[in-house]
């Protein structure tokens, strides 16, 4: 077995989250700030010392004291533990930032901060390499600094750092993009990587661990932590850390479909969903039954979920004689129920949805 | 359905007694009673009767007390398909004793009371709501014809009515609940009739909007950091620059080699100046040994003056010794001269005071001499006026007074002899009248008896009493007696002459006293003091000087005399000056003496002073040889010395420019401390934190904003679709009514076109193409389409099944002959069908109706 240690980035810490409710949202923050006892935890039970956290610990430059002190001070805790945090894009190591104002609190000792790319040793012959981000917007592949750091003959070299990929870019400047062959380049046994939020391989010896405990609607395999041993650098042990999941949805309708059915596993009706939020895209036609039967449906699931967002200007009801006969007979009601059915106007769809519902009820 | 009688007891009008009709007639019927009888009383009966529940305490029933006290109670028999009913309502103001009844007529047998007889009429009546119904929509009350169109329970019966006629409104009771929900729902987010936005919308908005500011604000916050961020960098940098430790050593070491330099010189400026200090010295011992040479110098010359000066000091001491001596001599010949002078001056002084003196006295013994003659005069003086005083003691004598006495005597005489026979003795002779001869031709008065003598013969003559002339010359001559006794006169002319003595007396005194005032103005007592004072003074020398004689001797020895002292004086001027000049002559010669002695004690022999001479001079030569060695000395020092001062200005400008940089690094540190203490203040509220909250809350509030928007317009579209599909159905549902009213109204208006609208207010009559509003239309208009659309109804109704009775109170008080005679037919069209009942005040209007007329009677007693 060789060298082990817990691979994590994107802690995000101090994530305001403030599009939720009070009651989420505290719940939210709470859940990040306990992403340092669930990683100790799991370091424990991996038998590792050190926690290697590859940029974007905190949310902002500037974060408030209040951010600052209390993941510190969780980290303190885990004394026997050693915490090696490296700036990223979010939190850069700016003059006067917020990792000049963690010097001047004072870090405990199984604190590290990497703000400097140069190796520190994490115990003899093993060396970590970090690329941390100077300021915002360097401009430059900083990963490159890896290749000229030097480090004893045969020592074990670790590379850390935070960018995209040629595969996962989004809107990185390509400038800015970690070399795919940096492993090889740098004579590393393993690349860390953070930025993008899911793990990810990245190339050999190359992983992006993801955030531990997921932020966005994204379905990317968020929430893990890595336990890598350097003896298999190429299969990092991937670890569940999550407390909430994160549920990115679509579903297209044509009529005739069961919209209940059709969100079924979105929706497990044997599962607790307190601690999911989902963000649900739905699109196509729905006859006007289906679609009185779809937000009844959704408002059901609406009381089991932390939270869901649904997007629905994609949807649009379709009327039939059926429906209409069903629900409205021939009467003046249903002379509206045509019109709006028939009217090009954007509310007409969800007027239709209004009437349906109140001449139900 | 139709009524065929109305009991009332207790209520409003009628009291105990009550009222009942019990005639009524299918057709037209006709109550016409007078103002005040209670026709509106019972129009409300009729309606209380079939509509109020008698449990409600409500201000309808409450309307229908009687003044007087009392519980209402109303019955009314009706008939319908159904059969014959009697319905029983008993108002008790209160849940307890109130009741409804439905009776089975003829048998009165109870069929339903209360909720379930109150449910039974409804149902009877066939209304919507258990208040109102068909009836409560054709009854028209007194006045409610002038109120445009029909109240909103109304309008709900009319629409229940309209809406049977038309299959296509099977749903009209959901449109309703639609129509609601959707209010409902509409007006969560905005107010209906402004659009406004209310509610969650108004709530969003203004989230959004205050979100904005939030965010603004932050983000004007963040800006602030940022700026100040970069500062501090700044300032870091500067701080950093500054206190780099191989430039601050290369300082360091420059300062320290400057201060080197600058000792070494210091070192020389030192040397300088203590041989400055020498030189000083030298010089000041050079000047000592010339002051000391010059002053043996002087001291010679001294020396040398005073010893030619001490034999002229003698002479001149014996010459002004000389002149002394003279003046002395003058000085005791002057004062000797003088002496002489003051004798004889003084001699002659003293007599002409004892001349004085004596003259005095011999003043006073004249002023003696004149005061005793003065008194003897004021003596005599005082006794001549005592005299006279005597004299004036006796009254004055009024010579007036006795001047008419001694008239009044002489008038009374003549008067008398004016009567007396007179005797005359005209030749012959002699003859005696009373022993008096007689003188021829000279008369005689007779008077009395008169014994007349001639020759011896003897005649007497009584001359009889004339007594008044008489006694008025005694009196006159009493008085005169008298007033002569009382001034101690013998006569007339002896009181002229005492009382022209008495005037002089008067005068003379008055004399006399002014002369005493004259001599003796004091007295007589002042002039004897002072003759007493005089008598007892010195009797004068008769011997003496005149003091004109005197005076000449005096005042030549005055002059002599005065001469005499100013030669003295001067005398003694000239002795004082000569005895000063000896005094000083006599002192410069003794000073002169002391100071040669002095100086030839100092300065010693001949052959002592020339060595005294000869060494004050080789100290000055010494003197100038030391001094000139120090001053080449000093020269050669000072050529270091400026090359000195240079290494000092170096030092110093190093110094300064330390000095400068310790002050910049100092200030630059504190504000670097106070810029990064406030940005830390800043970041530790977490502002950039803050920020992204409030994008992230904005972001949010927007959506939700847009999604209630959305929401609005989708309820605001059903809102307008159903509004539009209700008004297209209203116009088809309201056509039956219309084509009942159209052809009336064109009767009884001549109107060609009528609408109304949703609230059935007539909205236009269009006549000869004039369009009228309901605002533009008469009363009596408004009243004839409130009839004509309750026609149109009743008519509507009864084709629908049972008709219902049409009650009007007081209907067309407003209307011409002509409408009224239309009226009369259309009413009697609908009377073929339906039971109509007319209340009314003008018995007469309604002649020509051919109404069935309805009696009253009291309340049947059974």
Same mark, same amino acid.
């Given at each position: 077995?060789?060298?082990?240690?817990?691979?994590?980035?994107?802690?995000?810490?101090?994530?305001?989250?403030?599009?939720?409710?009070?009651?989420?949202?505290?719940?939210?923050?709470?859940?990040?700030?306990?992403?340092?006892?669930?990683?100790?935890?799991?370091?424990?039970?991996?038998?590792?010392?050190?926690?290697?956290?590859?940029?974007?610990?905190?949310?902002?430059?500037?974060?408030?004291?209040?951010?600052?002190?209390?993941?510190?001070?969780?980290?303190?805790?885990?004394?026997?533990?050693?915490?090696?945090?490296?700036?990223?894009?979010?939190?850069?190591?700016?003059?006067?930032?917020?990792?000049?104002?963690?010097?001047?609190?004072?870090?405990?000792?199984?604190?590290?901060?990497?703000?400097?790319?140069?190796?520190?040793?994490?115990?003899?012959?093993?060396?970590?390499?970090?690329?941390?981000?100077?300021?915002?917007?360097?401009?430059?592949?900083?990963?490159?600094?890896?290749?000229?750091?030097?480090?004893?003959?045969?020592?074990?070299?670790?590379?850390?750092?935070?960018?995209?990929?040629?595969?996962?870019?989004?809107?990185?400047?390509?400038?800015?993009?970690?070399?795919?062959?940096?492993?090889?380049?740098?004579?590393?046994?393993?690349?860390?990587?953070?930025?993008?939020?899911?793990?990810?391989?990245?190339?050999?010896?190359?992983?992006?661990?993801?955030?531990?405990?997921?932020?966005?609607?994204?379905?990317?395999?968020?929430?893990?932590?890595?336990?890598?041993?350097?003896?298999?650098?190429?299969?990092?042990?991937?670890?569940?850390?999550?407390?909430?999941?994160?549920?990115?949805?679509?579903?297209?309708?044509?009529?005739?479909?069961?919209?209940?059915?059709?969100?079924?596993?979105?929706?497990?009706?044997?599962?607790?969903?307190?601690?999911?939020?989902?963000?649900?895209?739905?699109?196509?036609?729905?006859?006007?039954?289906?679609?009185?039967?779809?937000?009844?449906?959704?408002?059901?699931?609406?009381?089991?979920?932390?939270?869901?967002?649904?997007?629905?200007?994609?949807?649009?009801?379709?009327?039939?004689?059926?429906?209409?006969?069903?629900?409205?007979?021939?009467?003046?009601?249903?002379?509206?129920?045509?019109?709006?059915?028939?009217?090009?106007?954007?509310?007409?769809?969800?007027?239709?949805?209004?009437?349906?519902?109140?001449?139900?009820? | 359905?139709?009524?065929?009688?109305?009991?009332?007891?207790?209520?409003?009008?009628?009291?105990?007694?009550?009222?009942?009709?019990?005639?009524?007639?299918?057709?037209?019927?006709?109550?016409?009673?007078?103002?005040?009888?209670?026709?509106?009383?019972?129009?409300?009966?009729?309606?209380?009767?079939?509509?109020?529940?008698?449990?409600?305490?409500?201000?309808?029933?409450?309307?229908?007390?009687?003044?007087?006290?009392?519980?209402?109670?109303?019955?009314?028999?009706?008939?319908?398909?159904?059969?014959?009913?009697?319905?029983?309502?008993?108002?008790?103001?209160?849940?307890?004793?109130?009741?409804?009844?439905?009776?089975?007529?003829?048998?009165?047998?109870?069929?339903?009371?209360?909720?379930?007889?109150?449910?039974?009429?409804?149902?009877?009546?066939?209304?919507?709501?258990?208040?109102?119904?068909?009836?409560?929509?054709?009854?028209?009350?007194?006045?409610?014809?002038?109120?445009?169109?029909?109240?909103?329970?109304?309008?709900?019966?009319?629409?229940?009515?309209?809406?049977?006629?038309?299959?296509?409104?099977?749903?009209?009771?959901?449109?309703?609940?639609?129509?609601?929900?959707?209010?409902?729902?509409?007006?969560?987010?905005?107010?209906?009739?402004?659009?406004?936005?209310?509610?969650?919308?108004?709530?969003?908005?203004?989230?959004?909007?205050?979100?904005?500011?939030?965010?603004?604000?932050?983000?004007?916050?963040?800006?602030?950091?940022?700026?100040?961020?970069?500062?501090?960098?700044?300032?870091?940098?500067?701080?950093?620059?500054?206190?780099?430790?191989?430039?601050?050593?290369?300082?360091?070491?420059?300062?320290?080699?400057?201060?080197?330099?600058?000792?070494?010189?210091?070192?020389?400026?030192?040397?300088?100046?203590?041989?400055?200090?020498?030189?000083?010295?030298?010089?000041?011992?050079?000047?000592?040994?010339?002051?000391?040479?010059?002053?043996?110098?002087?001291?010679?010359?001294?020396?040398?003056?005073?010893?030619?000066?001490?034999?002229?000091?003698?002479?001149?001491?014996?010459?002004?010794?000389?002149?002394?001596?003279?003046?002395?001599?003058?000085?005791?010949?002057?004062?000797?001269?003088?002496?002489?002078?003051?004798?004889?001056?003084?001699?002659?002084?003293?007599?002409?005071?004892?001349?004085?003196?004596?003259?005095?006295?011999?003043?006073?013994?004249?002023?003696?001499?004149?005061?005793?003659?003065?008194?003897?005069?004021?003596?005599?003086?005082?006794?001549?006026?005592?005299?006279?005083?005597?004299?004036?003691?006796?009254?004055?004598?009024?010579?007036?007074?006795?001047?008419?006495?001694?008239?009044?005597?002489?008038?009374?005489?003549?008067?008398?002899?004016?009567?007396?026979?007179?005797?005359?003795?005209?030749?012959?002779?002699?003859?005696?009248?009373?022993?008096?001869?007689?003188?021829?031709?000279?008369?005689?008065?007779?008077?009395?008896?008169?014994?007349?003598?001639?020759?011896?013969?003897?005649?007497?003559?009584?001359?009889?009493?004339?007594?008044?002339? /008489?006694?008025?010359? &005694?009196? !006159? #001559?009493?008085?005169?007696? %008298?007033?002569?006794? =009382?001034? $101690? @006169?013998?006569?007339? +002319?002896?009181?002229?002459?005492?009382?022209?003595?008495?005037?002089?007396?008067?005068?003379?005194?008055?004399?006399?006293?002014?002369?005493?005032?004259?001599?003796?103005?004091?007295?007589?007592?002042?002039?004897?003091?002072?003759?007493?004072?005089?008598?007892?003074?010195?009797?004068?020398?008769?011997?003496?000087?005149?003091?004109?004689?005197?005076?000449?001797?005096?005042?030549?020895?005055?002059?002599?005399?005065?001469?005499?002292?100013?030669?003295?004086?001067?005398?003694?001027?000239?002795?004082?000056?000569?005895?000063?000049?000896?005094?000083?002559?006599?002192?410069?010669?003794?000073?002169?003496?002391?100071?040669?002695?002095?100086?030839?004690?100092?300065?010693?022999?001949?052959?002592?002073? /020339?060595?005294?001479? &000869?060494? !004050? #001079?080789?100290?000055?030569? %010494?003197?100038?040889? =030391?001094? $000139? @060695?120090?001053?080449? +000395?000093?020269?050669?020092?000072?050529?270091?010395?400026?090359?000195?001062?240079?290494?000092?200005?170096?030092?110093?400008?190093?110094?300064?420019?330390?000095?400068?940089?310790?002050?910049?690094?100092?200030?630059?540190?504190?504000?670097?401390?106070?810029?990064?203490?406030?940005?830390?203040?800043?970041?530790?509220?977490?502002?950039?934190?803050?920020?992204?909250?409030?994008?992230?809350?904005?972001?949010?509030?927007?959506?939700?904003?847009?999604?209630?928007?959305?929401?609005?317009?989708?309820?605001?579209?059903?809102?307008?679709?159903?509004?539009?599909?209700?008004?297209?159905?209203?116009?088809?549902?309201?056509?039956?009514?219309?084509?009942?009213?159209?052809?009336?109204?064109?009767?009884?208006?001549?109107?060609?076109?009528?609408?109304?609208?949703?609230?059935?207010?007539?909205?236009?009559?269009?006549?000869?193409?004039?369009?009228?509003?309901?605002?533009?239309?008469?009363?009596?208009?408004?009243?004839?389409?409130?009839?004509?659309?309750?026609?149109?109804?009743?008519?509507?109704?009864?084709?629908?099944?049972?008709?219902?009775?049409?009650?009007?109170?007081?209907?067309?008080?407003?209307?011409?002959?002509?409408?009224?005679?239309?009226?009369?037919?259309?009413?009697?069209?609908?009377?073929?069908?339906?039971?109509?009942?007319?209340?009314?005040?003008?018995?007469?209007?309604?002649?020509?109706?051919?109404?069935?007329?309805?009696?009253?009677?009291?309340?049947?007693?059974?």
């Amino acid at each position: 077995m060789g060298f082990r240690f817990l691979h994590t980035a994107d802690w995000q810490l101090g994530r305001p989250f403030a599009r939720f409710d009070a009651e989420l949202r505290g719940q939210l923050k709470d859940a990040r700030l306990s992403i340092i006892e669930t990683l100790a935890a799991l370091a424990r039970e991996e038998g590792v010392t050190h926690v290697l956290v590859a940029g974007d610990v905190w949310d902002q430059m500037a974060p408030s004291d209040q951010s600052l002190r209390r993941p510190l001070d969780r980290m303190r805790a885990a004394s026997d533990l050693q915490f090696w945090l490296m700036p990223g894009n979010h939190d850069p190591a700016g003059a006067e930032g917020l990792w000049q104002r963690l010097q001047e609190m004072g870090v405990p000792e199984n604190v590290h901060l990497l703000l400097e790319a140069r190796p520190h040793q994490l115990e003899e012959g093993v060396f970590v390499l970090p690329a941390p981000w100077p300021t915002k917007r360097p401009g430059r592949d900083l990963s490159a600094d890896l290749d000229r750091m030097e480090t004893p003959e045969g020592a074990l070299r670790i590379g850390l750092a935070h960018a995209g990929t040629e595969d996962i870019k989004e809107n990185a400047e390509s400038a800015m993009l970690i070399a795919p062959d940096r492993a090889d380049r740098a004579g590393l046994r393993y690349l860390a990587l953070g930025d993008w939020h899911g793990m990810k391989r990245a190339g050999e010896r190359t992983f992006y661990s993801g955030t531990p405990e997921p932020d966005r609607f994204r379905n990317n395999n968020q929430g893990y932590a890595l336990i890598v041993d350097t003896d298999q650098p190429d299969a990092p042990q991937r670890h569940a850390t999550a407390q909430f999941r994160w549920r990115m949805a679509e579903a297209a309708f044509l009529p005739g479909d069961d919209p209940v059915q059709k969100l079924a596993d979105i929706f497990p009706a044997d599962a607790a969903l307190d601690r999911t939020l989902v963000r649900l895209e739905i699109s196509g036609v729905l006859s006007l039954s289906e679609s009185g039967a779809l937000t009844r449906f959704l408002e059901e699931q609406r009381a089991r979920v932390a939270y869901l967002r649904l997007k629905d200007q994609g949807l649009s009801v379709e009327t039939d004689a059926r429906d209409l006969d069903e629900l409205l007979g021939d009467g003046l009601l249903r002379n509206v129920a045509e019109r709006l059915a028939a009217s090009p106007e954007s509310e007409a769809s969800l007027a239709l949805r209004y009437l349906d519902s109140f001449a139900r009820s | 359905m139709k009524i065929e009688a109305l009991r009332v007891r207790n209520l409003r009008k009628f009291g105990a007694k009550g009222l009942a009709i019990e005639n009524f007639a299918p057709g037209i019927n006709l109550l016409a009673r007078p103002n005040e009888f209670g026709k509106s009383a019972l129009f409300d009966a009729l309606r209380a009767g079939l509509f109020f529940k008698p449990t409600a305490n409500n201000r309808e029933t409450r309307a229908l007390k009687p003044e007087a006290g009392g519980d209402p109670l109303v019955e009314i028999d009706l008939s319908s398909q159904q059969g014959s009913f009697r319905v029983r309502k008993h108002f008790m103001g209160s849940r307890k004793g109130s009741g409804t009844q439905l009776l089975e007529r003829p048998t009165l047998r109870e069929l339903a009371r209360e909720d379930a007889a109150i449910a039974k009429i409804a149902e009877m009546l066939g209304a919507a709501s258990p208040t109102e119904g068909t009836p409560g929509l054709l009854w028209l009350a007194q006045g409610e014809g002038f109120a445009p169109g029909l109240s909103g329970e109304q309008r709900k019966t009319a629409d229940g009515l309209l809406s049977s006629e038309v299959t296509e409104a099977a749903m009209g009771g959901d449109v309703g609940r639609v129509r609601s929900r959707t209010e409902a729902e509409l007006q969560k987010l905005e107010t209906l009739k402004t659009g406004k936005a209310t509610g969650e919308m108004a709530t969003a908005l203004k989230t959004v909007s205050t979100l904005e500011s939030d965010v603004a604000e932050l983000e004007q916050k963040v800006r602030l950091s940022s700026d100040l961020r970069s500062e501090v960098e700044g300032l870091s940098k500067r701080e950093a620059r500054l206190s780099e430790p191989k430039e601050t050593e290369r300082r360091r070491e420059e300062l320290r080699e400057a201060r080197l330099a600058a000792k070494e010189a210091e070192l020389d400026l030192q040397k300088a100046s203590h041989t400055r200090e020498q030189l000083a010295a030298a010089e000041a011992a050079l000047q000592t040994a010339r002051d000391k040479q010059t002053e043996l110098q002087a001291s010679l010359k001294e020396l040398e003056s005073k010893e030619k000066a001490r034999g002229m000091a003698a002479a001149a001491l014996t010459a002004v010794q000389d002149d002394l001596g003279h003046t002395e001599a003058a000085l005791k010949a002057a004062s000797e001269k003088r002496e002489g002078e003051q004798a004889r001056h003084d001699t002659l002084s003293r007599e002409f005071a004892e001349a004085r003196r004596n003259e005095a006295l011999e003043r006073e013994q004249a002023e003696a001499e004149r005061l005793r003659e003065t008194k003897e005069r004021v003596d005599t003086v005082m006794k001549d006026a005592q005299r006279l005083r005597e004299v004036l003691k006796a009254p004055a004598i009024d010579l007036a007074q006795l001047a008419k006495l001694e008239t009044a005597v002489l008038r009374a005489k003549a008067a008398e002899e004016a009567e007396a026979p007179v005797l005359t003795l005209e030749e012959g002779g002699p003859a005696t009248l009373n022993g008096e001869d007689l003188r021829a031709g000279e008369g005689q008065t007779l008077s009395g008896s008169a014994a007349i003598e001639i020759g011896g013969t003897r005649l007497t003559v009584d001359v009889p009493d004339r007594g008044n002339l /008489a006694r008025s010359r &005694a009196t !006159a #001559e009493g008085e005169l007696a %008298a007033f002569l006794s =009382a001034a $101690g @006169a013998k006569n007339a +002319e002896d009181a002229a002459e005492i009382e022209r003595s008495r005037k002089a007396a008067e005068a003379d005194l008055k004399r006399l006293d002014a002369e005493r005032k004259r001599l003796a103005p004091d007295g007589l007592g002042a002039i004897e003091a002072r003759l007493e004072t005089l008598a007892a003074a010195e009797q004068p020398a008769g011997d003496l000087r005149r003091l004109e004689d005197i005076e000449p001797l005096l005042d030549e020895a005055k002059t002599a005399l005065d001469a005499a002292s100013a030669d003295e004086r001067r005398a003694q001027a000239f002795h004082k000056a000569a005895s000063d000049k000896a005094l000083e002559a006599k002192f410069a010669a003794a000073t002169n003496e002391k100071d040669c002695e002095r100086l030839l004690s100092q300065l010693g022999d001949e052959a002592a002073r /020339a060595g005294k001479l &000869a060494a !004050a #001079e080789d100290a000055v030569l %010494a003197g100038e040889r =030391a001094r $000139g @060695a120090r001053a080449s +000395e000093l020269e050669a020092l000072e050529k270091n010395v400026a090359a000195g001062q240079a290494a000092t200005t170096r030092l110093k400008r190093l110094e300064e420019v330390e000095r400068k940089l310790g002050q910049e690094l100092s200030s630059l540190r504190e504000n670097l401390a106070q810029k990064r203490g406030q940005l830390r203040a800043l970041d530790a509220d977490g502002a950039e934190e803050q920020l992204a909250a409030a994008v992230e809350l904005l972001e949010a509030a927007s959506q939700r904003a847009e999604q209630l928007e959305e929401r609005r317009k989708a309820l605001r579209m059903l809102l307008t679709l159903i509004d539009d599909e209700e008004a297209q159905r209203r116009d088809r549902v309201v056509e039956p009514v219309m084509a009942t009213i159209r052809p009336m109204a064109a009767r009884l208006l001549g109107a060609e076109a009528l609408r109304f609208d949703s609230e059935w207010r007539p909205e236009a009559v269009d006549r000869q193409g004039l369009a009228l509003g309901d605002a533009q239309l008469s009363g009596g208009t408004r009243e004839q389409l409130a009839l004509l659309t309750r026609i149109g109804f009743a008519k509507l109704a009864a084709s629908q099944g049972e008709p219902m009775p049409l009650i009007l109170d007081d209907p067309l008080s407003y209307a011409d002959d002509d409408r009224i005679k239309v009226s009369f037919d259309l009413l009697h069209e609908l009377a073929q069908e339906t039971q109509i009942i007319i209340f009314s005040c003008h018995e007469q209007v309604f002649d020509e109706l051919g109404a069935h007329r309805l009696e009253t009677e009291a309340f049947p007693e059974n």
